[in-house]
């Protein structure tokens, strides 16, 4: 109420010729209010010795501090400490230059700060609703400092030194490691099942990547499969993802085949995925998938004069002689896709390994146990065995490999890059998934937990 009346009368304050006539009464009447309501930030008193001049300077001094500080707000105490902080959200159209010449600063010092901050940010990529939280100096007239949010984790700082001179840089937040896991049933494809549980888009993808060097997602995956994954965020000091990181840890439960991987990083920095054991993923097929390992080939992939029937014709494998009954290994992870008896292939299997390599295996004498379509097979586990059935002339193995459709030539085959874990790698990797199954099965009980307090009656009582 006292400065309303301060302010109703402060135009008039100026007027030199309304002092002169009135300012005694004045000045006394309004120390004796300011003393009434306690007004301790003016220090209003009258001491006989001052000249009516000099109370008249006081008080127009005092009445111009109260002003500016009303201005901002009607609580002294607040007003006292409160900064200048001015937040601006760029609209369509907007410029670094035109929103702080909007707040009111000058060109040149809007220039100043245009000019600093351009060192570190690109005007261009100013966007339409990206906030800047700016302080003004006291007097408004220039910039104490100013703070954007450019990434998730990303800001713009720019600041103004003793001197008045600007200065900007980007400053990073500290990211956190965390682990996300999920898992779920296969009801549509994979990425829909790994979509509906929240896992990102990302993610999935490297999910997809990593088991594609042993499954065929298209033709693999069936309705009532699983997944489990866990994998890694990357959590900004306000708790918001910044990124994502690694696939550390995946299941795919394929009918009865449980495909499980662990991510390894070598001291070389080699990144690869192994199973619990350390048998690397990304194995290439064998080109001799059979016991004898040391045998000669009796006939090379291409033409060549036919034993049976005498003339030229291209040979589609790799004959490798045999004793007959000596093992048959699968060449790689896959899927039994044909075993039964074929004209000249005699007894014949075929293996899908992922969407771009089959194998196939003749004259086999007999089949392994459990072998028929659909059956999942591991590199090196025994399919059949050699035999001379079909179109042969004595016991040996006749092996394809097929490319895209195509059979190639099982010699050419490029050799992986990745090799199984051995001595002290394996010894670090076997601690390393240790530590993942713990952390694994902690997220999965604090999961279960959370599940049945969502499932109880209690909070969900239509349900019941
Ligand atoms: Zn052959």
Sequence with gaps: MVKKLIKQIYPTIKSKQYWVTFCSTFAIGLAIILVMFNYTPVEASISPEKTIEQIKNEAIENFEEETVLSDNDTNLDAVEEAKNIQIVEI???????KMLTGLGLDYNEANNIFLATKKVFDPRDLRVGQKFEIELSEDGKSVISMRSTLRTSEHLQLSQNEEGKYSAQIIKDELTLELQSAKGKINGTLSIAMNNNGVPKSIVADFINIYSYSIDFRRDVKK?????IIYEN???????????????????????SKIELYRFKDSNGNVDYYDAKGLALKKTLSRRPMQYQSGRISSYFGRRRHPIYKDIRVHWGIDYPAPKG?????AGDGVIQVAQYRSGYGNYIKIRHN?????????????AKGMKPGTRVKQG???????STGRSTGPHLHYEVIKNGKRVNPLTIKASASENLRGQKLAKFKKEVAKINSTYEKMLANKQKEEKIAQSPTTNPSEI
């Design 91 to 97: 609209k369509s159209g907007d410029t670094l230059l």
């Design 326 to 330: 000596s093992h048959i290994y699968a």
């Design 381 to 387: 586990q025994i399919i059949g065995y050699v035999g």
């Design 224 to 228: 009532g499969d699983s997944y489990e």
């Design 355 to 367: 969407s771009e390599y089959s194998t196939a295996y003749g004259h086999m004498n007999g089949f």
């Design 234 to 256: 990357y959590i900004t000091p306000e708790g918001k993802i910044a990124k994502y990181g690694n696939i550390i840890y995946a299941v795919l439960n394929l009918g009865k």
